[in-house]
Each structure stands twice: as C-alpha cells, then as structure tokens.
C-alpha cells in the first residue's frame, strides 16, 4: 500500500511543491513580477496552440458516435460537480477565500493524460476516455468562464469581467483554434514531439503557479492561512472526491453502461485538470487573488492522484481474472 501511495508523487508533482516554496520564500517583486507574468502569459497561450494541434479532428467524429456516454461524462464534469460546490460552499466555519477556490475547482473540465492513463490501466475503454476527455478539455476553455460568470462573484463585482473575457479569447481560445486549424501542417511535428508538449505544459503550469503564489505571498497568503485550515481542505477535497466516484458509480449502474465505458464514466467523470485550472485562474481573477483560488484546486489534484491510481489498479487486477472486465 505505502509502495503505491509513493509511486504517485511524481516528479512533476515535487516540481509543484517546491515552485510554491520557492515562492513563499523568494516571490517575484517589481520589475520582475511583471516579467515572470508575461512569461506566464506566453506560456499559457503555446500550450493552448500545441494542445490545439494535438487533437484529432478524426478522434471527434469517431467519438461522436458514443454520445450517450460523453453525455454523462459532461453531466458529471460541468453539472453535478457544480452542484456539489455549490452545496461545500455554504459549510459553516468555511473561509469565503476557500470556498471561491472550492467552487472555482467544482467548475474546471476533466483531466486528459491521467484520465486516459487510469482508464488503460483499469482495462477500460481506452477511445471513449480519449474522446470524453478531449471534449470536456475542448468546452471547458467556453463553459468553465461561461459558469464562473454565473455561479462565481469575485471583490462583489461579476465573476467574469471585460477585461477576462478578452483574456480567455485572446490567451485560450484563438491559440487553440489556431492551433487546431494548422494541425494539417503541423500535427505530425507536435505528435512526433511529445516531451515538446509535456515540457511547455507543466514549464507554463509552475510558471503561473510562482507568479500567482508569489503574489499572493506579497500580499499576506501564509498569514492568513494556517495548518488547520489545509486540513479543512483537504478532508473537503476527500469528501468531494468520494461523493463524485459514488455518484458516478451509480449513473453507470443505471444507464447500464458496459464495464469498460463505466470505467470511462467513473475515472473521466471524477477528474478536474490543474493543467487548465491553472492559466484560466490567471485570466480570470485579480492576481492577489489567484494564488488562495488555486489551494483547492493543488490539493484535489493529489488527492485524485492516489485515490484513481489505487481504484485502477484494483479494477485491472480484477480484469486480469475476470472477463469481460471488472464488474462495476
């Protein structure tokens, strides 16, 4: 058991860790500040380009097809976590500075690698998990903003202003449009060259993540946040957690989905991407506020880290006796 927990702590994931250190310790001031948020910026609009260039306009037609479950994936993704958050963030005792980073996170679209990643090692089905993912991804860059302008208020104003809009259109949308559109081109250079696109997209994540905590830093995040109200999180980000695989258990049960698509429902459903969390809180909320929103978020990413690679693991396990698949 502790051989598994450990195997999930990445380095990526102690890469995360420690840009937060280092932003406790040394956060970017002045002159710097404002170049290290440009550098962000750039970041976050070559990972939107290349992530448009990867995906396959086949891959939508193909998945398509299988609409009943992609159906319930995004019910599950842009829905029914929603309605969770909206419920976790009435808690009594509950920082409103946390409870905005709890909603903000119940909003994000699903994972892609690790969703895939858990779906193939479950002996689910691996083309639907690529499909769902690729399209929660795809409508979250419009519905992630679309529901924060509805469901989110930020310093009593709107929770999508003007000025955000354009943010999302200019540093989101266009590159990925853009990116999509010249996939003919350049589709088999950004396939033949993964590590490019794993090296841009967690280079642009630790770069917003020391940008938004350092400001935060500067503006007395560690003051206000104390080792008890971590625990708080962290045991809502449980919670949160096991109440979304319970539920999405059941959906499959009722829809009498097949064991490999329930997998795909179940692993896709659950998920929320700190790889798209993380450059649309920059565009979205003020900077002093981006680095408390992003808690919840950092939390839950490790803690559906451990709980799917454990839930795979033991579906495969079973997949490995058992046909067709692990009985969900």
Request: proline residues 5%.
């Amino acid at each position: 058991m502790l051989k598994r927990l450990l195997s999930v702590f990445e380095p990526f994931v102690l890469m995360l860790l420690g840009t937060v250190l280092l932003a406790t310790l040394l956060p970017a001031r002045g002159g710097f500040a404002s170049f290290a948020g440009m550098l962000a910026d750039a970041g976050i609009v070559l990972l939107f380009f290349l992530h448009g260039a990867k995906l396959s306009r086949e891959a939508i037609w193909t998945g398509l097809r299988n609409w009943p479950l992609h159906l319930a994936v995004l019910a599950s993704t842009f829905v029914l976590f929603p309605l969770l958050g909206l419920a976790l963030i009435y808690l009594p005792g509950l920082d409103p500075s946390f409870a905005l980073g709890l909603m903000f996170l119940t909003l994000l679209p699903s994972t892609v690698q690790s969703s895939i990643a858990f779906t193939a090692i479950a002996r689910g089905n691996v083309a639907a998990a690529i499909c769902s993912a690729s399209f929660s991804n795809l409508l979250g860059i419009v519905l992630t903003p679309a529901l924060v302008a509805m469901l989110m208020r930020v310093d009593g104003g709107a929770g999508v202003s003007l000025a955000s809009v354009e943010g999302i259109l200019l540093q989101l949308l266009a590159p990925f449009v853009a990116g999509h559109l010249l996939r003919p081109w350049i589709g088999g250079f950004v396939g033949r060259h993964k590590t490019l696109l794993t090296i841009v997209d967690r280079g642009s994540i630790l770069l917003v993540v020391y940008t938004a905590f350092g400001a935060a830093v500067v503006e007395g995040l560690w003051s206000r946040v104390s080792p008890g109200d971590l625990g708080q999180l962290m045991l809502l980000c449980l919670l949160l957690l096991g109440v979304i695989l319970a539920a999405t258990f059941v959906i499959a049960r009722l829809m009498r989905l097949s064991p490999e698509d329930a997998i795909v429902l179940q692993f896709c459903g659950s998920k929320k991407s700190l790889a798209s969390g993380v450059p649309m809180a920059g565009v979205l909320f003020p900077a002093a506020q981006v680095g408390v929103i992003l808690l919840p978020v950092m939390l839950f990413h490790q803690v559906q880290l451990i709980a799917c690679a454990m839930l795979a693991r033991h579906y495969g396990e079973r997949a490995a006796t058992t046909e067709p698949g692990p009985d969900l």
